[in-house]
């Protein structure tokens, strides 16, 4: 059993992000996120938070707006256009879930492509989909890096994906896909997942159930990548994937916390760096 540590990774990407961030700073360009919070959801909070603490770590300036849950969808889609105009703001961020009152897709609809850098836009998630792309899915592109890291090829091997939302588990696929994975996609509705994840070379879980992959879910010797971020009967954080049970058995595997959380921060940096060198017309 190999424990892939995140925090690691994460903090090499952050590294190479604040060395390029400190180079375009010295020809007198600044970056800037704009992270937009809703309500008052306790996760939110902590996600918004460790996104803003990435920023000063790599040289970013932060602007954070936290509005009230009883924020019109008018009054966020101002918010949206004023930063889409905002030439200190490379990109913006905008918390998922929204309260329900307000239609998501419309408020990610609303951030200009060039900003979005979650890319959760259609236009970007177009070109997730080609396979020609500017910003990578935070959290997948995070899960991507980890792979890399163990140093086992993709290129053929049997990855199952669980969990089919449009954050994780679609660009997810797509990206394993790009990489010559034969890639299948499960979720609830899936019948006898075990036998399908047992088949499983590569196997990413994000399903939101703690500690729901067990031991006799997973292939001997097999990576197994958590996105979980839930809470046991203890309270106390966990994954989606039962570490203790399934460690000796997989090949390599991530921690909760300490795994994909830090990699998906880090990649959002680097996608804001991204997003200011296109701005700016410094792209390598
Ligand atoms: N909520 C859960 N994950 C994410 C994410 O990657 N980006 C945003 N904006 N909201 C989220």
Same mark, same amino acid.
């Given at each position: 059993?190999?424990?892939?540590?995140?925090?690691?990774?994460?903090?090499?990407?952050?590294?190479?992000?604040?060395? *390029?961030?400190?180079?375009?700073?010295?020809?007198?360009?600044?970056?800037?996120?704009?992270?937009?919070?809703?309500?008052?959801?306790?996760?939110?909070?902590?996600?918004?938070?460790?996104?803003?603490?990435?920023?000063? *770590?790599?040289?970013?300036?932060?602007?954070?707006?936290?509005?009230?849950?009883?924020?019109?969808?008018?009054?966020?889609?101002?918010?949206?256009?004023?930063?889409?105009?905002?030439?200190?703001?490379?990109?913006?961020?905008?918390?998922?879930?929204?309260?329900?009152?307000?239609?998501?897709?419309?408020?990610?609809?609303?951030?200009?492509?060039?900003?979005?850098?979650?890319?959760?836009?259609?236009?970007?998630?177009?070109?997730?989909?080609?396979?020609?792309?500017?910003?990578?899915?935070?959290?997948?592109?995070?899960?991507?890096?980890?792979?890399? *890291?163990?140093?086992?090829?993709?290129?053929? +091997?049997?990855?199952?994906?669980?969990?089919?939302?449009?954050?994780?588990?679609?660009?997810?696929?797509?990206?394993?896909?790009? +990489?010559?994975?034969?890639?299948?996609?499960?979720?609830?509705?899936?019948?006898?997942?075990?036998?399908?994840?047992?088949?499983?070379?590569?196997?990413?879980?994000?399903?939101?159930?703690?500690?729901?992959?067990?031991?006799?879910?997973?292939?001997?010797?097999?990576?197994?990548?958590?996105?979980?971020?839930?809470?046991?009967?203890?309270?106390?954080?966990?994954?989606?994937?039962?570490?203790?049970?399934?460690? *000796?058995?997989?090949?390599?595997?991530?921690?909760?916390?300490?795994?994909?959380?830090?990699?998906?921060?880090?990649?959002?940096?680097?996608?804001?760096?991204?997003?200011?060198?296109?701005?700016?017309?410094?792209?390598?």
């Amino acid at each position: 059993m190999n424990i892939i540590d995140g925090k690691k990774v994460s903090a090499r990407v952050k590294s190479d992000v604040r060395a *390029e961030a400190e180079a375009l700073k010295a020809k007198g360009i600044g970056i800037g996120l704009a992270v937009v919070i809703v309500g008052d959801d306790p996760a939110s909070r902590v996600y918004v938070n460790n996104k803003k603490k990435a920023c000063a *770590e790599v040289g970013f300036e932060s602007f954070e707006y936290a509005l009230p849950a009883s924020t019109t969808q008018e009054e966020l889609l101002d918010l949206v256009s004023k930063l889409n105009k905002d030439d200190k703001v490379n990109g913006i961020l905008v918390q998922l879930p929204l309260p329900k009152h307000i239609d998501e897709n419309a408020v990610i609809n609303a951030i200009s492509p060039d900003k979005d850098v979650d890319a959760f836009h259609p236009q970007n998630v177009g070109h997730i989909m080609i396979g020609d792309f500017s910003f990578l899915p935070c959290t997948p592109a995070g899960v991507m890096e980890l792979i890399a *890291e163990t140093g086992i090829e993709i290129s053929g +091997k049997k990855c199952v994906v669980i969990g089919r939302s449009n954050i994780v588990g679609k660009p997810m696929a797509m990206l394993l896909l790009h +990489k010559s994975g034969t890639v299948t996609v499960t979720h609830s509705r899936t019948v006898d997942l075990p036998s399908v994840t047992r088949e499983a070379d590569i196997l990413v879980v994000a399903v939101g159930k703690a500690k729901f992959v067990t031991a006799d879910m997973i292939k001997p010797g097999a990576v197994v990548i958590d996105v979980g971020m839930d809470r046991d009967e203890n309270g106390k954080l966990c994954g989606d994937v039962d570490f203790e049970d399934c460690k *000796e058995k997989a090949g390599y595997i991530t921690p909760v916390p300490g795994g994909v959380g830090p990699m998906t921060i880090a990649m959002l940096m680097r996608n804001t760096l991204t997003a200011a060198k296109i701005q700016n017309g410094c792209q390598d």
